[in-house]
């Protein structure tokens, strides 16, 4: 069982965490790996944040399932599959720090851009919804932080918010569930895993609903550019985690 003081600050940061995606649509997955990470290594915090996305994922889509976007979706699901195997196996090999910094410049690269332009395009081709797949998936099977990616490229589309939030959930269930027999497989998903994010669940779930609820005030104007803002700041926090 785990100690009570880590307890007790995983459920703080996982509260956070989830009342960002239920607000935002993103943000779990980076906000619980940055806490997380600072006090366990990075495979039992993949694990954790695996489980626990994937019950968040699923909670959310459940509300919001008449509202996906079905054709990028289904465009953008097999490159997540495949990525997610990919980067699940090459977890030990990889320079987490590189990509991971590298992934944070990027990210705040594209949010200053759509804060700048807030101009949304009405679609986008077929072949970025498949690199924005296997890029997520690739990230998100490494390092549980492949949220980012898929964000900035769903977000350029000029949908309502609920239906991107919606279908980044489809997708964010997609990637957890892909990357779960792959971790185990490998021994990455131990008891202990398990038992922490059973813990969480409720709190989880107060969380996410409690996102949801303060989005209801938000104009589609203001969501996006808070979105922009957001994801800048995580971006940020890639950049200079340890």
Do not use: C
């Not at 009405?122 to 919804?129: K, N, R, T, Y």
């Not at 497989?185 to 202990?192: E, H, L, P, R």
């Amino acid at each position: 069982m785990p100690e009570l003081s880590y307890l007790a600050a995983s459920a703080a940061i996982m509260a956070i965490g989830a009342l960002s995606q239920g607000f935002l649509g993103f943000g779990f997955a980076i906000v619980a790996m940055a806490g997380l990470t600072l006090s366990r290594d990075l495979l039992h915090a993949a694990g954790v944040v695996n489980l626990t996305g994937i019950l968040v994922a699923a909670s959310m889509l459940t509300s919001l399932r008449r509202e996906v976007l079905w054709r990028p979706a289904l465009r953008m699901i097999p490159g997540v599959l495949v990525g997610v195997v990919l980067g699940v196996s090459a977890l030990g090999a990889l320079d987490r720090d590189l990509m991971v910094r590298t992934l944070g410049v990027t990210i705040i690269a594209i949010s200053l851009w759509n804060l700048r332009t807030p101009t949304q395009r009405a679609g986008e081709a077929p072949i970025l919804d498949g690199v924005a797949g296997l890029l997520g998936g690739l990230l998100g099977g490494a390092f549980n932080t492949g949220g980012p990616a898929i964000v900035a490229h769903l977000y350029r589309r000029p949908d309502s918010p609920q239906a991107v939030k919606a279908t980044n959930q489809l997708i964010f269930l997609t990637m957890g569930l892909a990357r779960l027999p792959t971790a185990t497989a490998q021994g990455q998903m131990t008891s202990s895993i398990w038992i922490e994010a059973t813990i969480m669940a409720p709190i989880l779930v107060t969380g996410l609903l409690l996102g949801i609820r303060l989005s209801r005030w938000v104009s589609p104007a203001q969501f996006r550019r808070v979105s922009w803002l957001a994801l800048a700041a995580m971006g940020a926090a890639l950049v200079i985690s340890p």
